[in-house]
């Protein structure tokens, strides 16, 4: 499986945004970049997903390297809520059965 | 859309006794299914794949014997921890993913479920 390298953890203020990196070098052709994260005591939710262009959903902004060997999530405006850990993965397209490896993720805080 | 619904959240048991977790997909039929495992601060490790009417993939040095995985039906996967002890305590996820093109869906999990064993 293609590896992601995030950084550890992030601080950020409220209101303010957040850029969250991620270097996966490895990735092929095909793989797509998925975003997830994390709450305290809860399962993973799903925040954003590309493969080339860079993508835009309520909760996120996916900015993908022409290249493809990094990417970035934006948190426009965080909030306190926006505390998780924030997981960058890699998966082949096709069937949905494609598990997800998780790697360390980047734990981001919130200050107020 | 896509809800993944996980029972119990939280379970307590006797070292030695079993311990049964569902999941069910509320909204889409799901022919694979995961298992993950997590230990306080640490990341989500897979234990399993969960396949509708066939035999579990388990992944490297997970017990198969200890890790029951029963995918009866599309929307139902339960993963049963038998002869528990305390180092089976851990928080147990499942996952799904509504069946399609990639680039339309992402995966969605259950809210987990935290088993301690005593």
């Known amino acids: 499986d293609a590896k992601t390298t995030q950084p550890n953890s992030m601080e950020s203020n409220e209101e303010e945004p957040v850029h969250l990196p991620c270097n996966h070098s490895t990735i092929s052709g095909t793989d797509y970049i998925h975003w997830y994260r994390q709450l305290p005591s809860q399962g993973p939710e799903y925040v954003i997903h590309g493969l080339t262009s860079n993508v835009n959903n309520r909760m996120a902004s996916l900015a993908i390297a022409e290249d493809r060997k990094s990417s970035t999530l934006i948190l426009h405006r965080a909030t306190l809520r926006d505390a998780a850990v924030y997981y960058c993965i890699l998966s082949p397209p096709g069937a949905a059965g494609n598990k997800l490896t998780f790697g360390g993720g980047t734990r981001v805080l919130v200050k107020p | 859309g896509a809800v993944v619904s996980q029972h119990p959240s939280r379970v307590i048991c006797k070292s030695g006794t079993s311990v049964k977790i569902e999941c069910r997909s509320l909204d889409f039929q799901a022919t694979t299914m995961f298992w993950y495992r997590q230990f306080p601060k640490q990341s989500l490790m897979l234990m399993a794949t969960s396949n509708e009417g066939s035999k579990a993939t388990y992944e490297q040095g997970v017990e198969k014997d200890k890790f029951l995985i029963n995918h009866a039906s599309l929307t139902l996967s339960t993963l049963t921890v038998t002869s528990a002890h305390p180092e089976d305590s851990s928080f147990y996820i499942c996952?799904?993913?509504?069946?399609?093109?990639?680039?339309?869906?992402?995966?969605?999990f259950g809210s987990g479920t935290r088993l301690t064993v005593v």
């Open positions: 996952s799904a993913r509504r069946g399609g093109i990639l680039a339309n869906y992402g995966y969605t």
